[in-house]
């Protein structure tokens, strides 16, 4: 009804010339606006010249309805949620990480996804949040990852395998234990060349 008095307003407006009247005429259009009557629908009003007694709202996004508030002949009040919508360009995953591994998943890093019912296609996707509660049961910890999901092959409820790039390393030295010489005040390493000569190095470990 607020849609429908809202029409009649402006169309009451639409032949103003005072300036008056115009500038009412642009506020009437704006509660259009404001109220959800989309765009397509205010032209069609403004072509016709006669107010539309049904309104076809277009959803912003592609993807699924997880939610339906009315049916069909239902009245609502304005502000009444009538659909909740699921884009479908971006899914979430939720992967449990048992709690000793949990420093190997950092926030941002990058993860790999395979499905089963999509063999030999890479999901690419990176860790956007580490839920702050550890399951006393399982002893793990929630990683959300966002996927990239090219095509909409990715439904809700689907279960993935995930990879996960580990971390960047710090670069240490490394040495064979046999090249560790233990003289009871240090501890030196024996270096073999291309020659193959031994060199013994006087740095301490």
Known sequence: ??????????????????????????????????????????????????????????????????????????????????????????VWVNAQIPEAQVSMVPMGSTVMAHATAWPGVDFEGRVIALL??????????????????????LSPGMFVNLAFEAPAGVEQLVVPSEAVITTGERRVVEILRADASAERGNHRL
Not at 76 to 85: A, I, K, S, V
Not at 132 to 153: E, F, S, Y
């Open 1 to 90: 009804p607020a849609w429908l008095e809202a029409q009649q307003e402006y169309l009451s407006l639409l032949d103003a010339r005072s300036e008056a009247g115009q500038s009412l005429r642009v506020a009437a259009r704006d509660r259009l606006r404001v109220l959800g009557i989309p765009e397509a629908t205010i032209r069609r009003i403004e072509s016709q010249r006669q107010k539309s007694a049904t309104t076809t709202i277009v959803s912003p996004i592609d993807g699924v309805v997880s939610e339906l508030g009315v049916r069909e002949g239902a009245a609502f009040m304005p502000g009444t949620p009538l659909f909740r919508l699921n884009g479908l360009a971006t």
């Open 132 to 153: 702050p509660q550890v399951d006393a049961a399982t002893r793990t910890l929630t990683a959300r990852i966002a996927l990239d999901n090219a095509g909409a092959k």
